[in-house]
């Protein structure tokens, strides 16, 4: 229980910042939107500029790892969709947010150092495939979705090379080849843009909360934290070690990544668009708080914990 409450505390800690900051007026309002601005059109695409162009993948891709944990979070990004849409009327890139935030996982602050502690060297490898992939296929597909309706084919593509996100992941793949090549003085730029994204994300995910509270009210923020704490990695799990052959550090790994709470990259979707802000900040805080006892008991029953 301790362990798990010093590798979320941190999150917990630079939101609370944020959240007190506006409390006692110290920052406006404009300055969250500033700060999320910043983090989602720089540092996010440095931060998958630098993952992708650095990234060591094997030439024989692990098929049952990729579609063990995808598959999974296909699924409970159609789920929450669906639920967003018939149960709670949210319409447009509100469904978008919805499903991101039910699919997304917070690897940084939880996922890294909880996974390296249950598995250690044995889950470095699986854990660093799933680093370098899983954010731009998200943040790609919620990219297309949210961009992709209503749109001309032609819109769509030139909206698609003009996002931020989709310049961040295509300059990165496209770097692979001459990493070397690469400055150093330029590295150090980018590691300290990308460096700024997790703080500088979470404390205007504080100043987001102070405005809106529980605003989208609880029924939503509980569905995603169930999807994305429970359901996603029972998924996961079900099709790693019952369907796919694989070893067990790679299938508790793909489990466990399942396993975090919603990441902060729903909440600075949300901003880019200004729609679903309170439920994707509600949700992320909702299912911070959640995993420190989900996080325990996935730990537990797959024989880590």
């Not at 995808?70 to 639920?83: C, D």
């Not at 989208?216 to 790693?240: C, E, R, W």
Request: proline share 6%.
């Amino acid at each position: 229980m301790l362990s798990s409450l010093l590798i979320v505390l941190p999150v917990f800690g630079l939101i609370a910042i944020g959240y007190a900051a506006r409390w006692v007026k110290l920052l406006r309002e404009t300055t969250g939107e500033g700060l999320s601005d910043f983090v989602f059109v720089l540092a996010v695409p440095c931060l998958l500029f630098k993952t992708l162009a650095t990234a060591a993948i094997p030439p024989d891709q692990p098929w049952g790892y990729w579609v063990s944990y995808f598959t999974g979070l296909a699924i409970v990004w159609v789920i929450a969709q669906l639920v967003a849409r018939q149960l709670f009327a949210r319409k447009g890139p509100e469904l978008v947010v919805s499903g991101f935030a039910a699919a997304q996982s917070n690897t940084v602050f939880v996922g890294v150092p909880m996974i390296l502690k249950a598995y250690g060297e044995a889950g470095a490898v699986p854990l660093g495939l799933l680093l370098a992939v899983h954010l731009p296929v998200t943040m790609t597909a919620a990219t297309m979705l949210a961009e992709g309706r209503g749109t001309s084919p032609l819109l769509l593509l030139k909206r698609l090379f003009t996002h931020p996100i989709v310049v961040g992941i295509l300059l990165g793949s496209a770097a692979r080849p001459f990493v070397a090549l690469v400055p150093t003085p330029l590295w150090s730029i980018v590691d300290l843009i990308a460096g700024a994204a997790v703080p500088c994300a979470l404390i205007s995910l504080g100043i987001a909360l102070r405005r809106y509270g529980l605003a989208s009210g609880i029924g939503l923020p509980a569905v995603l934290s169930f999807l994305k704490l429970v359901l996603h990695p029972l998924i996961v799990f079900l099709l790693a070690t019952k369907v796919f052959a694989m070893p067990v550090a790679w299938a508790g790994v793909a489990v466990l990544f399942a396993a975090c709470p919603c990441g902060i990259n729903a909440y600075l979707f949300a901003e880019r668009y200004k729609q679903g802000v309170a439920d994707a900040s509600s949700a992320i805080a909702l299912s911070t708080a959640l995993s420190l006892f989900t996080t325990i008991g996935w730990l537990t029953f797959l024989g880590v914990g």
